[in-house]
T-cell receptor
């Protein structure tokens, strides 16, 4: 079946540092989504990507849709303590179902 | 304000008991979903429903059951057949045909077997 692998699994960084994470798939996706989940809450959509090569920003977050359509990348610049959480990539399959990556857990220290 | 509500937030179950997790939405969404979250495994689809009175199994449906009698409600029952039910359960909803982009998630229910 389809799998989405995220790396790294976890990151421990200092406030102000930039963060990079990626997501790879065994299958092609036509849409890539990035979600953030804060402790004890449901995921919230951060960025949606619709076209190979597309680069989209949302404040300090920038995501890219890989050229091969089998990968995507998320960067966070100048991290702050409220960036703490788990970041998931996701892609749709069979119309409306989403498959999620394994998540990257981010911890930011002041 | 429109949203999706899961209850209870925390649930404790004795082994051998069935428990039902509630999910209600007032977003007028057609589709609803149940996901299970375990550490290091991301979110896995249990069941989904695209219209009232119809639902399909997801990737890990064994030991779970659902109903969709109303558009607003999609309760999940964790049966005694589920061998490892301790997990964080997330409900989501969306308009049909959005390719998954319009998902709204609830705040989750943490189920613990004692």
């Amino acid at each position: 079946g389809q799998q989405l692998n995220q790396s790294p699994q976890s990151m421990f960084i200092q406030e102000g540092e930039d963060v990079s994470m990626n997501c790879t798939s065994s299958s092609i996706f036509n849409t890539w989504l990035w979600y953030k989940q804060e402790p004890g809450e449901g995921p919230v959509l951060l960025i949606a990507l619709y076209k190979a090569g597309e680069l989209t920003s949302n404040g300090r977050l920038t995501a890219q849709f890989g050229i091969t359509r089998k990968d995507s990348f998320l960067n966070i610049s100048a991290s702050i303590p409220s960036d703490v959480g788990i970041y998931f990539c996701a892609g749709p399959y069979n119309t409306d179902k989403l498959i999620f990556g394994t998540g990257t857990r981010l911890q930011v220290f002041p | 304000d429109g949203g999706i509500t899961q209850s209870p937030k925390y649930l404790f179950r004795k082994e051998g008991q069935n428990v039902t997790l509630s999910c209600e939405q007032n977003l007028n969404h057609d589709a609803m979903y149940w996901y299970r979250q375990d550490p290091g495994q991301g979110l896995r689809l249990i069941y989904y429903s695209q219209i009232v009175n119809d639902f399909q199994k997801g990737d890990i449906a064994e030991g779970y059951s659902v109903s969709r009698e109303k558009k607003e409600s999609f309760p999940l029952t964790v049966t005694s057949a589920q061998k490892n039910p301790t997990a964080f359960y997330l409900c989501a909803s969306s308009h049909s045909g959005t390719g998954g982009v319009g998902y709204t998630f609830g705040s989750g229910t943490r189920l613990t077997v004692v």
